[in-house]
């Protein structure tokens, strides 16, 4: 069975600083991962993924994403952190291109000015 | 505003009662999926359609829940003799082609009184 671990409930960051959330993920065969960004009462809002190639994806809002097979991994991280980054953050897996995704908890990041 | 609309946003109902809701796909995605997401957890599956065909449904699915899309386009999602723990957000996602990134609607969040 497919499952994916944050194992952070909340990372807090300065605003300016470099900030990662971690994910980690167990399936059978080649993973698709994808992050999702949550603002409050709102649904999910697709950042980046993962499918094939390059392990370094880059996507929306300046968020990148490294693939690491050996550690299981697909980290999040960006340079530079916005309070406006503040938010609930998923990390996805799925196995094949058309099964549902398979959610962590979520990560709640706090950027302080 | 990622295309995928949900209708309605906000659902009070009391125990016992029936509960629909809607969900709008942008409109050349052919897969549709449902999700549930209870407080302080990420969105779990709960069913998934390709054009009109209901491919997958979970063991969350309890059979006081239907889904249809009866012409590949919209989808309703009904729950019968709500209870309680039936409270929760209600998310629609949909998508297109080989490992297609899921766009998610703002949700329906239920409340059962």
């Known amino acids: 069975a497919q499952s994916v671990a944050q194992p952070e409930d909340q990372v807090n960051v300065a605003e300016g600083n470099p900030l990662t959330v971690k994910c980690t993920y167990s399936?059978?065969?080649?993973?698709?991962l994808f992050w999702y960004v949550q603002y409050p009462n709102r649904g999910l809002q697709f950042l980046l993924k993962?499918?094939?190639?390059?392990?370094l994806v880059k996507g929306s809002y300046g968020f990148e994403a490294e693939f690491n097979k050996s550690q299981t991994s697909f980290h999040l991280k960006k340079p530079s952190a916005l309070v406006s980054d503040s938010a609930l953050y998923f990390c996805?897996?799925?196995?094949?291109?058309?099964?549902?995704?398979?959610f962590g908890k979520g990560t709640r990041l706090s950027v302080i000015a | 505003d990622t295309g995928v609309s949900q209708d309605p946003r906000h659902k009070i109902t009391k125990r016992g009662q029936n509960v629909t809701f809607r969900c709008d796909p942008i409109?050349?995605?052919?897969?549709l999926y449902w999700y549930r997401q209870t407080l302080g957890q990420g969105p779990e599956f709960l069913t998934y359609?390709?054009?009109?065909?209901?491919?997958?449904k979970s063991r969350l699915l309890s059979d006081r829940f239907s889904a249809e899309r009866p012409k590949g386009s919209f989808s309703t999602l009904e729950i019968q003799r709500t209870e309680q723990g039936d409270s929760a957000m209600y998310l629609c996602?949909?998508?297109?082609?080989?490992?297609?990134?899921?766009?998610f609607g703002p949700g329906t969040r239920l409340t059962v009184l």
């Open positions: 996805a897996v799925r196995v094949t291109g058309n099964t549902p995704l398979v």
């Open positions: 399936v059978s065969g080649n993973p698709y």
């Open positions: 993962y499918i094939t190639g390059d392990n």
């Open positions: 409109s050349e995605h052919n897969r």
């Open positions: 359609f390709q054009n009109e065909a209901q491919l997958e």
């Open positions: 996602a949909t998508g297109t082609g080989r490992a297609d990134t899921q766009y």
